[in-house]
């Protein structure tokens, strides 16, 4: 988390919490939990992979065959997750 100092529950937010029924709080918890998971898929799509090739090409070590198999695992494991959220 950038902001770990940063205050999330403020003095206004504590108590209309603490006045919501059971209905109102899961709709909250929803709320919150749709906006932590649509920053999650945000930042999941912002791999640039040309620049992460040419990055990976520049270890030592790593050839082209040798890169060729290090990026076929990384869009498996990627491209699965995009692929099954209709990314």
């Known amino acids: 988390m950038d902001n770990e100092n940063e205050e999330l529950v403020n003095r206004s937010l504590y108590k209309r919490i603490k006045s919501m029924n059971r209905a109102e709080m ?31 090409s520049r270890i030592k070590g790593i050839g082209e065959s040798r890169l060729n198999e290090i990026m076929t695992v990384i869009d498996k494991h990627i491209g699965n997750n995009i692929d099954d959220k209709g990314g």
């Open 26 to 56: 899961e709709n909250f918890v929803r709320n919150v939990f749709n906006q932590g998971y649509e920053r999650a898929e945000e930042e999941t799509h912002s791999i640039d992979y040309d620049s992460l090739r040419a990055d990976l």
